[in-house]
């Protein structure tokens, strides 16, 4: 693993209820020479119907977190990120409050030297903050709505990250 250059990028968490701009915090990493990767990934909120087929298409979803301590967890995950991959500089952003479908609920930004450190660390990211972050959602139907429950398949993929 090499060190990060001297003039090192940001590592940036931040925990806010306003839409942020994926664009300018992807350019916020990419303007290193020597960062030959930045890699991202956004979630957006999506108007899928219920998995029991009831209540119809999503409305909203309203996410509630425990402020300090969610961003406390996001800085210990990227800390660890950063000690598992030569990262220049990172960035993750999640949304609280409510969130209509097509708005972003969540970003990872990653840069690296090279692809395989960045595409590694921003998964690794993701698939922790799915899991261990203080988040909690709640779904908003025509017919109601309620929480959204833990599903196994995020367990099941922060799992390939063995901890040990």
């Known amino acids: 693993m090499s060190a990060p250059?001297?003039?090192?990028?940001?590592f940036t968490?931040?925990?806010?209820a306003e839409p942020f701009d994926t664009a300018r915090e992807i350019a916020r990493l990419s303007g290193d020479g020597d960062v030959g990767a930045v890699v991202s990934f956004s979630?957006?909120?999506?108007?899928?119907?219920?998995?029991?087929g009831e209540g119809g298409p999503l409305a909203a979803l309203v996410l509630e977190h425990y402020p300090g301590m969610a961003e406390e967890q996001m800085e210990r995950l990227l800390d660890e990120a950063r000690g598992?991959?030569?990262l220049f500089g990172a960035t993750i952003i999640h949304r609280y409050g409510r969130i209509v479908p097509?708005?972003?609920?969540?970003l990872v930004v990653t840069a690296s030297a090279h692809r395989d450190a960045a595409f590694e660390a921003?998964?690794?990211?993701?698939?922790?903050?799915?899991?261990?972050?203080p988040f909690w959602k709640k779904e908003?139907?025509?017919?109601?709505?309620g929480w959204v429950e833990a599903k196994d398949s995020d367990d099941t993929a922060a799992a390939r990250w063995d901890r040990d």
């Open 13 to 16: 968490v931040r925990v806010t």
């Open 84 to 86: 598992r991959w030569p």
């Open 102 to 106: 097509g708005e972003p609920i969540v």
């Open 43 to 52: 979630g957006l909120c999506r108007a899928d119907k219920s998995e029991t």
């Open 122 to 133: 921003a998964a690794f990211l993701m698939d922790w903050l799915k899991t261990s972050a």
């Open 5 to 10: 250059p001297a003039s090192a990028l940001p």
């Open 140 to 145: 908003e139907r025509a017919a109601g709505g």
